[in-house]
């Protein structure tokens, strides 16, 4: 059995056609284009979901007991699931007065900000342990800025105990094999 290596990132590949539509992430080729919009894909089955948003189609129905909605995209499905059936918390918003409980990340850090707030900042459990849910970000380098806004009545926590609630991977019909590494 061949094995096939990613010349980029090193990845091995059992079938080469895996590896040939890998390597389309790394050379941002996109050989897959709609034809309304000239939009580019890596992959075909991301732009048989696009043409979902020109079509009006809506092949990704919620499987909830009662719940007739349907989604032209697999990740609008999970989202969906998550905050309307699903367990997932709302965020509380920190400001004393303000009583607003959001349940979708980016719609809670927009709300932040018209308090003048770096959601980044708040949404950190060292610096503000009241916010009852904290996503599982990726690592990424934060902007530091001498003008933020931190809320007075809110203290910094040592606290290591608290919890974070873990976000589950969105399932799509198109991802490709996982990679065999050795």
């Not at 933020?148 to 105990?161: A, H, K, R, W």
Request: a positive charge.
């Amino acid at each position: 059995m061949t094995d096939w290596s990613c010349s980029f990132c090193s990845k091995i590949f059992v079938r080469k056609g895996d590896l040939n539509r890998h390597e389309l992430l790394h050379t941002g080729i996109k050989p897959h284009v709609c034809g309304t919009c000239g939009k580019g894909f890596a992959q075909s089955c991301a732009l048989k979901t696009h043409l979902n948003t020109h079509t009006g189609n809506k092949p990704y129905r919620c499987n909830a007991p009662g719940c007739k909605a349907a989604f032209g995209d697999p990740s609008s499905r999970t989202r969906h699931r998550k905050e309307r059936h699903g367990k997932a918390q709302s965020h509380q918003c920190p400001v004393p007065g303000c009583n607003s409980s959001i349940k979708r990340t980016s719609t809670f850090k927009a709300h932040l900000r018209t308090h003048g707030l770096d959601p980044n900042t708040v949404l950190d459990p060292k610096k503000f342990p009241s916010t009852k849910r904290v996503p599982v970000m990726s690592p990424r380098p934060r902007k530091t800025s001498p003008e933020l806004v931190q809320i007075p009545t809110l203290m910094p926590s040592n606290d290591s105990s608290i919890s974070k609630s873990t976000l589950s991977p969105t399932n799509t019909p198109c991802t490709s094999p996982r990679p065999r590494l050795y």
